[in-house]
């Protein structure tokens, strides 16, 4: 019997009963530990999502934590009540899962897949009671209590008669509550008469839904956004009070002050529920208990090795690097999981074989490569897992896979999105669809979503929610977004109380978990069926399913993850290839070519990089003429040095500066902290850039053993605890100081290591990244049509949106053509010159290496022709049939068009606005005898006519069975109409693309603008130090949190781009147009420096059209046709504004 | 509220003796026989004028039934409900 408490709360919810639950379990156990109690069970609606966690937690608290779930139960057809489910032993645990599963099975059977509720039926309930406790549900909906509410109490006792049939005398009670509702009483006796009868105990439950009172606000706050109401319309809903807060034992004592024996009972209850989540759940992975693993995987890797480095220097190197790591593997029993992992590569060989196609340019391609710090591993590398020669690269597998390692290593596998898409479901057809799922991840409240659900909630004005959360960013911290709400609507309104408790609720809300969604790519296997080690539920993809834990909570569990991840530059780089193979004829294998090529070096040193991997960012671009790469060892360094760890730890200058000092004098002496530290550094000229160095200083300067030294990292990133940290701040002291470094020297080193303490590189990993960084570099310089093309159809990818690749691709004299429906496909694709299209789309396809002999001739036949697929709304069936019924045979004209396409008029208008149809107006223009389109002054009258007839033309009706071709009657001819003009294309194009390849609107807009407005290429013959004024319309904006507060922001102009530097006292004052502005101006001091040039601004704004100048012509005819101009453009700024793509943000995660 | 309306079931204040818990022990001079409810009500916190009020379902020693409720300020209410 526990002693101590008086009372045991059985039945909590914590957020993770999403949207029904206001803590966080940590939160949940922390105040229940302060509250002195012994004990506390998590009961979250039909889910055990954050049960591990909490078991963790607790442990950590010396609380013990009683696992349970509140589960939706259909009691008849139609009747949904709740049960609280407590687990007593192992085998109750199994059945809770197995429960949780199938109350989710059928949430996602609707066409769209959007999960509805759970629900199980009572007798599956009854079918797997064993080794559960059940308690007869909550005041409210419980089956019991929910049957007396309802005036149905005679069906409530036959329902208790068979929970009581079916769990028995030790494993049913009659659950009480007291949330000071106003029937309480009278329930409550209801309740305890028929226990009376049944000769059940009672027991009493708080029902509990938030840790603290503070958070009592938000609970109802999250009932409004669950039900999509608002709170005046959601009060029946709500709990009505804050009685729902976890309270102390002796007040929950008081609280059933009239039921002593059900305070009791929960003592008596919590002694019974012993079950421990943290204790093992029999888990094994496909392969572990494989008594010859350990002989088949040194086989396949021996086997490797002699083909491998066959003619390598440094094959003994190799060798002994091989049987140094499989005793490892053996001494760690992870033969199986090195076996299992080589299992799946070869699952995913078949399936690449199967989306690429025997003939494909893809085809000779490896399915997916290695990230993360398994590169180093010459294991990895032999079994196919990593790409990279370890021994070639220098990579060593301390991190990844040590004689100490406590835990399992990653392996983390890229593969091109199509690729993985297929793979999962064949994971699950491999292993079992019982046996392999998904792993979860929770998507938690950020300040943009939290200003959106939670002003929705409270009725603000949606108009004024929209400005606020646009410009508070995804990732600002919440304790500015009251700043924010200034900035957008005013002072005035934002000291309005609706306003005011926003702001209270949404600091409240940050991290806490809104909902279930699947993890990129991490899947568990298992040998045993995973619903009895933790639920699986069906995901919002067909084919998928999810366990109810996250990447935590699993590895926790000592689950195995195999992280199977969808690169968005992989895929672009194969559609890339295979786009070279189409339009050139070329069949190009990346793994032959030169990685010494000088005009990709050059481009890279001049920071052209845009659309590059990992080297195109704002920061990136600042760099890369500074610490100008020549080679890979080079690229690798660069791709690890724009990190959080590597800045705050204070690498980047020193860096950068010995570099340079290098390059003038190759005789510097690199300056390091003490000799020791020589050995581990000297790649990176005595900084620490990647991950292991920590490791490595720790283990040279301060003797740490490698599983110190791994302890020290760990310290340092996930689980970062101050007094864990400080253990290992002391032992490193003082291992420095037994070795002979002076202590000022030691102490500055582990600055250095605390600063690394955010997110770095593994060196494997930057190895890794590093050659997809040269490969796509490589690709933009020598096929850039069609390295743009497979850019545009991998989106969303990269810092860049579609309108700035584009614009930038122009500038380089990449050719580029907009939709047409006679010349378009469904996804962008290159024409070319040389190989027209082609029915079977394989044109003849020879084998070269590098760009090809006739290149000048051929590159510039060469145009990007945009894709079907990019004009906004349209459906892709729609289109996809439209460019299938035209291969057949092209379009004649709209009518024709509209008849035999299977369009519906809304695609077709679509079409219209994006211009697609424009050509197809000179048919009907021949036709009708009017002048042909060349004569037309202004060639935006074409889309006006395709517009104009688009809506006259007879389409095809769509019903269920397909699409009913109409008859090509042909459309009378356009009548004279208004051209649209070059603004007008410019915000159709936007609107319907989210890009323009015509006019640049700051060329349209520049005629207006004063002269003294420069442009960017203005800027190269401007002194350093001058002050300028730019405009532009923003390309990206980015808020990291290494800057202190400072925005960078990057604008686009006709001409090229600007860097803007923002620092904070300027962000404060605009922050509404840095945050939002699409279009902006810019005054400041420009600032030349090593190859880069900035303005660090002092005064921004969003840019208007100017009003007309004062001195107004004589005329007034003329005065009105000026004012008139005037005015349109006004109107257009405006409009464009409006239309423009919004430019990409990046910067602050979490709280 | 417009012309020719008028609200159901104003509270009235009312003048109640509680005990140290906060129960009522009288109700205008007249002795609390038992307590038949007990509920809370705290709502509309995110207005100007939030609601809190604590409503006790009494039997009086005369035999009537009466609802009262201690409002966020302290007050006694009397109301129909």
Known sequence: MMEGAPYIELHAHSAFSFLDGASTPLELASAAAELGYPALALTDHDGTWGSMEFAQVCQGLGLRAITGAELTVETAPGRRAHLTLLVESGAGYRNLCRLLTHAHAHTRDNTARSAEQPWVPLERVEEHAGGLVCLSGCAGDGVLAGAWEAGEWRRGADLARRLLAAFGREGFRVELQRPYWRRDRARNRRLAGLAERLGVPCVATGNVHSHARSRAPLQDALVAVRLGATLETSEPQRRGNSSSVLASPRAMAARFAEHPDAVAETLRLADRLRFDLTEGLGYRYPGSENPAADAELAAVCRARLAERYAASRRRREAEGRLERELVTISHLGLSGFFLLHRDLLELAREVAREVRGAESARAVLPPGRGRGSSVSSIVCYLTGLSHVDPVEAELFPGRFLNEEATSMPDIDLDF??????????????????????????????????????????????????????????????????????????????????????????????????????????????????????????????????????????????GFLKIDLLGLGMLSAVERCVEEVGRARGERLDLSRIPLDDAETYESIRAAETTGVFQIESRAQMQMLPRTRPRNLDDLTVQVALVRPGPIQGGAIHPYIERRKRLREDPSFEIPYEHPLLKPVLEETLGTIVFQEQVIEVAMELAGFSSSEAEGLRR??????????????????????????????????????????????????????????????????????????????????????????????????????????????????????????????????????????????????????????????????????????????AGYRGIADLASRSGAGRDGLERLAWAGALDNLVATTRRRAGKSPISSLSDPSAKRR??????????????????????????????????????????????????????????????????????????????????????????????????????????????????????????????????????????????????????????????????????????????????????????????????????????????? | MTAGTRRLYVPRRVDVSAGEDGAPLAVEGVAVEALREEWLVEDRWWTPRPLRRHYYELVLADGRDVTVFRSGRGRWFRQRA
């Open chain 1, 416 to 557: 091109p999105r199509d690729i993985r898409e297929k793979l999962i479901p064949r994971v699950h057809e491999r292993y079992g669809a019982d046996r392999s799922a998904l792993v979860a991840a929770f998507p938690t409240y950020r300040p943009r979503g939290a200003v959106r659900d939670l002003g929705k909630a409270l009725a603000l004005p949606p108009q004024e929610i929209d400005r606020v959360a646009k410009t508070v960013g995804f990732h600002e911290g919440a304790n500015e977004i009251e700043r924010c709400a200034i900035a957008a609507i005013g002072a005035r309104r934002a000291a309005a109380p609706g306003w005011r408790a926003l702001f209270g609720l949404c600091g409240e809300a940050m991290g806490l978990p809104r909902h279930a969604s699947q993890h990129p790519g991490g899947m568990v296997i298992s040998t045993l069926p995973l619903l009895d080690v933790c639920p699986v539920v069906p995901a919002a993809m067909e084919g998928r399913q999810i366990v109810q834990w996250d990447k935590d909570s699993c590895a926790d569990a």
């Open chain 1, 715 to 888: 310290a340092m990133s996930r689980k970062r605890s101050e007094a864990e940290l400080e253990k290992h701040h002391e032992r490193f002291l003082a291992g420095a100081r037994s070795r002979g470094v002076p202590p000022r020297v030691a102490r500055r080193v582990w600055e250095q290591i605390q600063g690394f303490s955010g997110f770095g590189f593994p060196k494997a990993h930057s190895a890794a990244f590093g050659l997809l960084a040269y490969q796509s570099a490589w690709l933009r310089i020598h096929y850039a049509p069609e390295f743009l093309c497979s850019l545009l159809n991998e989106q969303p990818m990269g810092f860049y949106p579609p309108d700035a690749l584009v614009h930038e691709a122009q500038r380089r004299g990449v050719r580029l053509a907009p939709p047409d429906v006679n010349r378009s496909h469904v996804l962008c694709h290159v024409e070319s010159p040389r190989h027209p299209r082609r029915r079977d789309g394989n044109p003849r396809i020879s084998w070269e290496i590098g760009p090809s002999a006739g290149e000048a001739e051929l590159r510039g036949g060469l145009v990007v022709r945009i894709g079907l697929g990019y004009v906004k709304g349209v459906r892709e069936e729609e289109m996809e049939s439209l460019v299938e019924e035209r291969e057949r």
């Open chain 1, 945 to 1151: 006519e395709a517009l104009w007839e688009t809506g006259v033309a007879a389409t095809g009706a769509r019903h269920a069975e397909g699409t009913q071709m109409a008859l090509p009657l042909e459309t009378p001819g356009a009548p004279s109409l208004q051209p649209l003009g070059e603004w007008g294309e410019a915000i159709a194009d936007y609107r319907s693309t989210g890009m323009t390849l015509g006019a640049h609107p700051m060329a349209l807009m520049r005629g207006g603008l004063e002269p003294g407005l420069l442009r960017s290429t203005d800027l190269e013959r401007i002194a350093d130090g001058a002050s300028v004024e730019v405009a532009g319309m923003v390309v990206a904006r980015q808020r990291p949190d290494t800057a202190k507060g400072i925005v960078f922001m990057l604008i686009e102009d006709e001409r090229g781009t600007v860097n803007l530097i923002v620092p904070p006292p300027v962000y404060d004052r605009f922050r509404a147009e840095v945050r939002a502005a699409p279009l902006v101006r810019a005054r400041g001091r420009l600032e030349r420096r090593e190859g880069t040039t900035n303005v660090l601004v002092a005064e921004l704004g969003e840019l208007e059209e100017p009003e007309p100048a004062p001195r107004t012509p004589p005329d007034v005819s003329r005065r009105r046709e000026r004012r008139d101009g005037h005015e349109l453009r006004r109107r257009a700024v405006a409009e464009l504004r409006a239309v423009a793509p919004a430019g990409h943000s990046f910067g602050r995660r979490g709280r």
